[in-house]
Nanobody, 115 residues
Framework: QVQLVESGGGLVQPGGSLRLSCAAS????????MGWYRQAPGKQRELVAA???????NYADSVKGRFTISRDNVKNTMYLQMNSLKPEDTAVYYC?????????WGQGTQVTVSS
């Protein structure tokens, strides 16, 4: 079972930037399409960005043009660069496979956008 550890969240003002990291145990990470998900209070978890093993990306409309997903298959790590952050981006961010069956979810990393 792959272990996932998210980091890099924090409190940032509107318009600010953060870079999230997702560290995965095991080299099997490299063969799967991966995704960044987020869950705001009272809302369902949603996929915001995804990346194939080869590096093709796609984004939810709400983050397109502001977020950039990337991965380093040698380091078994995935990233989410978040720019021009908005209060509505506030959520706990998680990483996992792009589709089910998912690996065990990590603890996530809290992103709070507020002045």
């Amino acid at each position: 079972q792959v272990q996932l550890v998210e980091s890099g969240g924090g409190l940032v003002q509107p318009g600010g930037s953060l870079r999230l990291s997702c560290a995965a145990s095991g080299s099997i990470f490299s063969i799967y399409a991966m995704g960044w998900y987020r869950q705001a209070p009272g809302k369902q978890r949603e996929l915001v960005a995804a990346i194939t093993s080869g590096g093709s990306t796609n984004y939810a409309d709400s983050v397109k043009g502001r977020f950039t997903i990337s991965r380093d298959n040698v380091k078994n790590t995935m990233y989410l660069q978040m720019n021009s952050l908005k209060p509505e981006d506030t959520a706990v961010y998680y990483c996992n496979k792009r589709s089910a069956p998912w690996w065990n979810w990590g603890q996530g990393t809290q992103v709070t956008v507020s002045s």
